[in-house]
């Protein structure tokens, strides 16, 4: 019997690695309302920190960087 499962994005990578690669594009298109907070909850992360970290290691700056340079292109 098959059971059904909520995705849990935290402890698969795969999932966590669409929910980052999804904040970062809602940080790009952002408008001066959004804040980093807003997209890491958003995008299933309970904690601001670990999102920061893997925002960071993934692509190499931190959230709140490309949120200013949407911020400053728009």
Sequence with gaps: MLR???????SDGVCKNGAI???KQMLSGA???TSVSAVAFDCGFGNLGHFARDY??????LPS???L???RAA
């Design 31 to 33: 408008d001066q309302r």
């Design 56 to 61: 960071r290691d993934t692509f190499g700056e």
């Design 69 to 71: 340079r949407s911020r």
């Design 65 to 67: 960087e490309t949120l």
């Design 4 to 10: 059904s499962r909520k995705p849990r994005i935290l």
């Design 21 to 23: 690669a999804t904040g």
